[in-house]
C-alpha cells in the first residue's frame, strides 16, 4: 500500500516514501523549503509535489498523520528531533590546578558555559570564546583535539546541537559574572564538579573531557 493512500498505521518503505515524510514533517514545523531540500537532497519541486498528493488524498496535512497512524505524542518526538536547527558553542574549562569552572545560572540550574552562535562569530571557537568573555570576563587558550557535541530540545519544534571545546584557564583574578544570565560561579574538583551539574548532558561533556586530559597527561 502507498504510504499516500495509507487509512491505517504502516510501514514506510523505500527512500523516497521515507524523504517525502520527513520533508512533510518539516513542512508542519514551519523549515523553510530550500532547507529541506538541502537536507534531503531533495528537489523543491519535488518537495512540493508531495505536499499537494497529500492534500488530494488527505484534505490536511494533520488528517494525513491520523491516517497513517502517528499520533500527537510521536509527532511532537519526530518533530523535535526534525525541527528548526539550532547551533551552540560553549566550552569546558579547567584550570592550573584541575578544577572545572560550573555556572550557577539565573534560572536555578547549574550548567557548563555556553551561548547561541552569533553573526559576528567567525567560528565556533569564537561563538565558545565569546561566551566566556561575556558570561564570566575570562579568557581561555583552546587545548587542540576535543570537542563534544550533544543534541536536544529545548523547545518544542526546536532541534539544538551545542559544540563543546575544552580550554585552559590561567588568569586567578576573582570571577565576575553576566548578572542576568549566570548568578554565580564556582572552580570544583572534578567529583564536585560532577555532582553539581543539573543536566545528564553536561555530564557526559564534563566526563569526556576529564577522559581526555587524564589521557594527554599520559
Not at 488528517?63 to 558553542?89: C, K, M, V
Not at 584550570?95 to 545560572?105: K, T
Request: with cysteine; hydrophobic share 35%; charged share 35%.
Amino acid at each position: 500500500m502507498l504510504l499516500l493512500e495509507a487509512k491505517a498505521p504502516c510501514l514506510i518503505e523505500g527512500e523516497k516514501e521515507a524523504k517525502g515524510l520527513l520533508s512533510f514533517l518539516l513542512l508542519l514545523q514551519g523549515c523553510d523549503i530550500k532547507d529541506i531540500a538541502e537536507r534531503l537532497g531533495l528537489k523543491e519541486e519535488e518537495i512540493k509535489a508531495y505536499e499537494d498528493d497529500i492534500l488530494k488524498h488527505h484534505g490536511s496535512l494533520e488528517e494525513y498523520l491520523e491516517n497513517i497512524g502517528i499520533e500527537d505524542d510521536e509527532f511532537r518526538t519526530l518533530a523535535n528531533y526534525l525541527g528548526r536547527p539550532e547551533t551552540s558553542a560553549g566550552a569546558v574549562l579547567v584550570d592550573e590546578e584541575g578544577r572545572y569552572l560550573i555556572e550557577h545560572m539565573a534560572l536555578g540550574h547549574y550548567s557548563l558555559p555556553k551561548g547561541h552562535v552569533e553573526n559576528e562569530d567567525k567560528d565556533l571557537f569564537d561563538t565558545a570564546r565569546r561566551e566566556v568573555k561575556e558570561e564570566l570576563n575570562l579568557e581561555f587558550e583552546v587545548i587542540p583535539g576535543f570537542e563534544k557535541i550533544i543534541r536536544y530540545s529545548p523547545y518544542e519544534g526546536i532541534r539544538k546541537d551545542v559544540h563543546f571545546y575544552l580550554g585552559k584557564v590561567k588568569d586567578k583574578s576573582p570571577l565576575t559574572t553576566q548578572k542576568e544570565e549566570v548568578a554565580d560561579a564556582y572552580w570544583l574538583v572534578p567529583k564536585d564538579a560532577y555532582r553539581c551539574l543539573s543536566h545528564n548532558s553536561d555530564r557526559t561533556v564534563l566526563e569526556a573531557a576529564h577522559r581526555f586530559l587524564f589521557r594527554l597527561k599520559k
